[in-house]
Protein backbone atom coordinates (compact mmCIF):
# COMPACT_ATOMS: atom_id res chain seq x y z
CA UNK A 1 0.00 0.00 0.00
CA UNK A 2 3.07 2.28 0.73
CA UNK A 3 4.62 1.83 -2.96
CA UNK A 4 1.52 2.35 -3.96
CA UNK A 5 0.75 5.25 -2.66
CA UNK A 6 4.36 6.41 -3.07
CA UNK A 7 3.89 6.05 -6.69
CA UNK A 8 0.78 7.62 -7.31
CA UNK A 9 2.04 10.87 -5.77
CA UNK A 10 5.05 10.73 -7.64
CA UNK A 11 5.17 8.57 -10.40
CA UNK A 12 7.82 7.53 -12.35
CA UNK A 13 9.19 10.06 -14.69
CA UNK A 14 12.35 8.59 -17.22
CA UNK A 15 15.53 10.07 -16.11
CA UNK A 16 16.68 10.67 -20.11
CA UNK A 17 13.87 12.16 -21.38
CA UNK A 18 11.45 12.71 -18.84
CA UNK A 19 8.11 11.00 -20.05
CA UNK A 20 6.26 8.66 -17.97
CA UNK A 21 8.35 5.82 -16.22
CA UNK A 22 7.25 2.29 -16.86
CA UNK A 23 6.83 -0.71 -14.67
CA UNK A 24 7.56 1.75 -11.86
CA UNK A 25 10.19 2.30 -12.97
CA UNK A 26 12.28 5.77 -14.33
CA UNK A 27 12.40 4.78 -17.42
CA UNK A 28 10.21 4.65 -20.20
CA UNK A 29 9.75 1.73 -22.89
CA UNK A 30 11.72 3.47 -25.90
CA UNK A 31 14.55 4.88 -23.89
CA UNK A 32 14.95 1.16 -22.20
CA UNK A 33 15.12 -0.10 -25.69
CA UNK A 34 18.16 2.39 -26.77
CA UNK A 35 19.78 1.11 -23.42
CA UNK A 36 23.58 -0.81 -24.81
CA UNK A 37 22.66 -4.31 -22.95
CA UNK A 38 25.84 -6.11 -22.98
CA UNK A 39 24.45 -9.34 -24.17
CA UNK A 40 27.23 -11.20 -25.75
CA UNK A 41 29.88 -11.02 -23.13
CA UNK A 42 32.45 -13.39 -21.55
CA UNK A 43 30.98 -15.90 -19.39
CA UNK A 44 33.94 -15.23 -16.88
CA UNK A 45 34.45 -11.53 -16.77
CA UNK A 46 31.74 -9.89 -18.99
CA UNK A 47 33.95 -8.46 -21.41
CA UNK A 48 31.77 -7.63 -24.20
CA UNK A 49 32.66 -9.34 -27.42
CA UNK A 50 32.98 -7.63 -30.66
CA UNK A 51 30.80 -10.27 -32.45
CA UNK A 52 27.91 -12.13 -31.27
CA UNK A 53 29.20 -15.66 -29.69
CA UNK A 54 27.65 -18.74 -28.12
CA UNK A 55 26.36 -18.81 -24.66
CA UNK A 56 28.96 -19.72 -21.90
CA UNK A 57 32.00 -18.30 -24.59
CA UNK A 58 35.01 -17.34 -22.49
CA UNK A 59 37.51 -14.30 -23.74
CA UNK A 60 41.33 -15.28 -24.08
CA UNK A 61 42.42 -13.75 -21.31
CA UNK A 62 40.29 -15.74 -19.06
CA UNK A 63 41.48 -18.83 -20.88
CA UNK A 64 45.00 -17.83 -20.43
CA UNK A 65 44.57 -16.70 -16.94
CA UNK A 66 41.23 -17.37 -15.03
CA UNK A 67 40.47 -14.84 -12.67
CA UNK A 68 39.68 -15.61 -9.10
CA UNK A 69 35.93 -15.36 -8.79
CA UNK A 70 33.45 -17.84 -10.67
CA UNK A 71 31.66 -15.46 -13.00
CA UNK A 72 30.62 -12.59 -13.99
CA UNK A 73 26.91 -10.75 -14.84
CA UNK A 74 26.77 -7.19 -16.46
CA UNK A 75 23.26 -5.59 -17.37
CA UNK A 76 25.17 -2.68 -19.46
CA UNK A 77 28.24 -1.85 -21.67
CA UNK A 78 29.94 1.67 -20.45
CA UNK A 79 28.38 3.29 -23.37
CA UNK A 80 25.05 5.44 -24.51
CA UNK A 81 23.22 7.00 -21.97
CA UNK A 82 24.78 4.07 -18.92
CA UNK A 83 27.66 7.01 -18.39
CA UNK A 84 24.93 9.58 -17.73
CA UNK A 85 23.07 7.62 -15.13
CA UNK A 86 26.07 6.15 -13.32
CA UNK A 87 27.89 9.52 -12.92
CA UNK A 88 24.30 10.91 -11.48
CA UNK A 89 24.59 8.14 -8.97
CA UNK A 90 28.31 7.77 -8.15
CA UNK A 91 29.40 11.72 -7.76
CA UNK A 92 25.82 13.65 -7.77
CA UNK A 93 24.03 11.72 -5.18
CA UNK A 94 20.75 11.10 -7.59
CA UNK A 95 19.20 8.41 -5.27
CA UNK A 96 16.71 7.98 -8.33
CA UNK A 97 19.31 7.11 -10.59
CA UNK A 98 20.89 4.46 -8.15
CA UNK A 99 17.15 2.88 -7.99
CA UNK A 100 16.91 2.57 -11.52
CA UNK A 101 20.53 1.06 -12.12
CA UNK A 102 19.72 -1.15 -9.37
CA UNK A 103 16.41 -2.67 -10.71
CA UNK A 104 18.53 -2.91 -14.18
CA UNK A 105 20.82 -5.05 -12.24
CA UNK A 106 18.36 -7.48 -10.19
CA UNK A 107 16.14 -7.82 -13.87
CA UNK A 108 19.46 -8.88 -16.20
CA UNK A 109 20.30 -11.27 -13.11
CA UNK A 110 17.32 -12.30 -13.03
CA UNK A 111 17.01 -13.21 -16.48
CA UNK A 112 20.42 -14.35 -16.77
CA UNK A 113 21.37 -16.83 -13.79
CA UNK A 114 18.98 -19.72 -12.50
CA UNK A 115 18.26 -19.34 -8.89
CA UNK A 116 20.36 -22.30 -8.25
CA UNK A 117 23.46 -19.93 -9.01
CA UNK A 118 22.46 -17.14 -6.95
CA UNK A 119 24.74 -16.32 -3.78
CA UNK A 120 23.43 -16.50 -0.33
CA UNK A 121 24.87 -12.52 0.28
CA UNK A 122 25.97 -9.66 -1.71
CA UNK A 123 28.54 -7.67 -1.01
CA UNK A 124 29.49 -4.31 -2.21
CA UNK A 125 32.61 -2.93 -2.92
CA UNK A 126 33.86 -1.01 0.23
CA UNK A 127 35.05 2.32 0.06
CA UNK A 128 38.07 3.76 2.29
CA UNK A 129 36.33 5.49 5.13
CA UNK A 130 38.21 9.24 3.81
CA UNK A 131 36.52 8.81 0.87
CA UNK A 132 33.32 7.70 1.85
CA UNK A 133 32.80 10.57 4.21
CA UNK A 134 34.14 12.79 1.33
CA UNK A 135 31.46 11.46 -1.02
CA UNK A 136 28.47 10.89 1.66
CA UNK A 137 27.42 7.18 0.70
CA UNK A 138 29.46 4.41 -1.68
CA UNK A 139 26.93 3.81 -4.33
CA UNK A 140 27.98 0.21 -4.76
CA UNK A 141 26.61 -0.53 -1.22
CA UNK A 142 23.09 1.63 -2.33
CA UNK A 143 22.81 -0.46 -5.58
CA UNK A 144 23.55 -3.38 -4.26
CA UNK A 145 20.31 -2.48 -1.41
CA UNK A 146 18.00 -2.02 -4.26
CA UNK A 147 19.28 -5.14 -6.18
CA UNK A 148 19.16 -7.32 -2.96
CA UNK A 149 15.33 -6.56 -2.19
CA UNK A 150 14.44 -7.06 -5.57
CA UNK A 151 15.89 -10.12 -5.66
CA UNK A 152 15.38 -11.22 -1.45
CA UNK A 153 19.25 -11.74 -0.79
CA UNK A 154 20.84 -10.24 1.76
CA UNK A 155 23.15 -7.46 2.01
CA UNK A 156 26.33 -7.72 4.28
CA UNK A 157 28.47 -4.76 3.45
CA UNK A 158 30.73 -5.47 6.48
CA UNK A 159 32.85 -8.47 5.57
CA UNK A 160 35.24 -6.83 4.68
CA UNK A 161 36.94 -3.58 4.94
CA UNK A 162 38.82 -1.08 2.38
CA UNK A 163 42.45 -0.51 4.92
CA UNK A 164 44.14 1.29 2.17
CA UNK A 165 43.15 4.51 0.84
CA UNK A 166 44.23 4.22 -2.96
CA UNK A 167 44.04 7.00 -5.46
CA UNK A 168 41.56 6.92 -8.10
CA UNK A 169 41.65 4.12 -10.70
CA UNK A 170 41.15 6.27 -13.39
CA UNK A 171 43.67 6.72 -16.27
CA UNK A 172 45.75 3.86 -14.97
CA UNK A 173 46.42 0.89 -16.93
CA UNK A 174 45.60 -2.39 -16.10
CA UNK A 175 48.53 -3.15 -14.31
CA UNK A 176 49.19 0.30 -12.55
CA UNK A 177 45.91 -0.84 -11.53
CA UNK A 178 46.82 -4.02 -10.06
CA UNK A 179 49.66 -2.62 -8.36
CA UNK A 180 47.27 0.56 -7.18
CA UNK A 181 44.74 -1.86 -5.50
CA UNK A 182 47.07 -4.70 -3.59
CA UNK A 183 46.30 -5.14 -0.03
CA UNK A 184 43.61 -2.35 0.03
CA UNK A 185 40.90 -5.07 1.23
CA UNK A 186 40.90 -6.93 4.25
CA UNK A 187 38.23 -9.99 5.62
CA UNK A 188 36.76 -9.25 9.13
CA UNK A 189 34.93 -12.84 9.63
CA UNK A 190 35.39 -16.40 8.90
CA UNK A 191 33.51 -17.24 5.15
CA UNK A 192 33.99 -20.79 4.92
CA UNK A 193 31.92 -22.47 2.70
CA UNK A 194 29.79 -19.31 1.71
CA UNK A 195 28.45 -18.40 -1.64
CA UNK A 196 29.53 -14.42 -2.22
CA UNK A 197 28.48 -12.15 -5.04
CA UNK A 198 30.55 -8.42 -4.93
CA UNK A 199 28.06 -5.84 -6.13
CA UNK A 200 29.55 -2.69 -8.31
CA UNK A 201 28.77 -0.19 -10.69
CA UNK A 202 31.22 -0.04 -13.10
CA UNK A 203 34.34 -2.91 -14.40
CA UNK A 204 36.82 -1.75 -15.73
CA UNK A 205 39.90 -4.35 -15.92
CA UNK A 206 38.33 -6.40 -13.43
CA UNK A 207 41.25 -5.50 -11.38
CA UNK A 208 39.13 -4.32 -8.32
CA UNK A 209 36.76 -7.38 -7.95
CA UNK A 210 39.68 -9.60 -9.31
CA UNK A 211 41.97 -8.20 -5.59
CA UNK A 212 38.52 -8.60 -3.47
CA UNK A 213 37.36 -11.83 -4.64
CA UNK A 214 40.82 -13.19 -3.59
CA UNK A 215 40.82 -11.69 -0.27
CA UNK A 216 36.98 -13.28 -0.08
CA UNK A 217 38.28 -16.89 -1.09
CA UNK A 218 41.54 -16.36 1.60
CA UNK A 219 39.44 -15.82 4.35
CA UNK A 220 37.31 -19.36 2.56
CA UNK A 221 34.68 -18.67 0.45
CA UNK A 222 33.72 -20.90 -1.32
CA UNK A 223 32.47 -18.87 -4.52
CA UNK A 224 32.59 -15.54 -5.64
CA UNK A 225 30.42 -13.57 -8.35
CA UNK A 226 30.78 -10.01 -9.64
CA UNK A 227 27.76 -8.09 -10.73
CA UNK A 228 27.76 -5.01 -11.99
CA UNK A 229 26.18 -2.80 -13.62
CA UNK A 230 27.69 -1.72 -16.68
CA UNK A 231 31.26 -3.08 -18.12
CA UNK A 232 33.76 -1.28 -20.05
CA UNK A 233 34.21 -1.95 -23.81
Known amino acids: MVSSL ?7 TC ?16 CALDLPYNLSACARCARPFLIALSDGAICG ?59 EALLPVPLHPRRQRTRGYNQALEIARVTGRALSIPVEPRLVARTLATPPQVGLTARARRRNIRGAFKATTDLKGRHLAIVDDVMTTGGTVSELS ?20
Open 61 to 119: DCERRPPPFEACLTAFRYEGAVPFLITGAKFRGRLNAVRLLGQCLAEHVRESAGECDWP
Open 15 to 30: LLCGAPGDQGRDLCDG
Open 214 to 233: QVLIDAGAARVDVWAVARTL
Open 6 to 12: IEFLFPP
